[in-house]
């Protein structure tokens, strides 16, 4: 499980975007080639908080879609699985979204 290490990353970017103010609420935005899993994330932000700035802070995940182009297709396709090939079969692909991980917003009290 590599949530935790990543939540404590987020946890870390929320408490100093914050600034000594309590946080209230963190958006991230997830891409669906990271492999977080929500629920995972879910729970690992509450115990990477725990005894920070982000100490019961809400965590709201924007999750983001895969997309790749194809220079097969010469087109934009959506993933259905986490393995960055085209639907056509075609490996020539750039990933366009989806392997983001940025905290997006930081809301303070
Ligand atoms: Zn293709």
Same mark, same amino acid.
């Given at each position: 499980m590599h949530e935790l290490a990543i939540a404590e990353n987020i946890v870390g970017t929320a408490c100093s975007r914050a600034a000594g103010r309590p946080v209230r609420r963190v958006t991230v935005r997830i891409g669906a080639l990271t492999a977080v899993v929500p629920d995972d994330m879910r729970f690992c932000?509450? @115990?990477a908080a725990?005894?920070?700035a982000a100490h019961g802070a809400?965590? &709201?995940l924007d999750l983001c879609?895969?997309?790749i182009f194809c220079r097969s297709c010469q087109a934009d396709k959506?993933?259905?699985d986490r393995i960055p090939?085209?639907?056509c079969g075609s490996a020539d692909v750039t990933v366009?979204?989806?392997r983001e991980l &940025? @905290? @997006?917003s930081v809301e303070t009290a």
């Open positions: 932000f509450d @115990v725990m005894g920070t809400a965590l &709201d879609p895969a997309i959506r993933l259905p090939l085209c639907p366009t979204t989806g &940025d @905290v @997006v």
